[in-house]
């Protein structure tokens, strides 16, 4: 069973900045995608980015030019490098992991869960 463990969450001001982890408990390698989700109080749980196994990234256009996705397969860590943080980017961010292309969305497994809290 894999577990995927978010971490780096926090209370930033506006206009902060931070860096989310996700290690995973096995070789990120074997998944063909890892993405980032997040979950504002109140709405659905929604795509922010994803990196392939091969290295390809996307964004949401919510968050384009000011998240960046990256990953470290040697320490089976991905990262969501956060800029320019506004109160709307306040939620629980998920990391998730996608075993095969043809269940890209679908993540087969999901962690815990880490909150950012943005103040004005």
């Known amino acids: 069973q894999v577990q995927l463990v978010e971490s780096g969450g926090g209370l930033v001001q506006a206009g902060g900045s931070l860096r989310l982890s996700c290690a995973a408990s096995?070789?990120?390698?074997?998944?063909?995608?890892m993405a980032w989700y997040r979950q504002a109080p109140g709405k659905q749980r929604e795509f922010l980015s994803a990196i392939t196994r091969g290295g390809s990234t996307n964004y949401a256009d919510s968050v384009k030019g000011q998240f960046t996705i990256a990953r470290d397969s040697a320490k089976n860590t991905v990262y969501l490098e956060m800029n320019n943080l506004k109160p709307e980017d306040t939620g629980v961010y998920y990391c998730?992991?996608?075993?095969?292309?043809?269940?890209?969305?679908?993540?087969?497994?999901w962690g815990q869960g880490t909150q950012v809290t943005v103040s004005s």
């Open positions: 998730a992991a996608d075993m095969t292309i043809w269940t890209v969305g679908r993540p087969s497994y």
């Open positions: 096995g070789s990120i390698s074997s998944f063909y995608r």
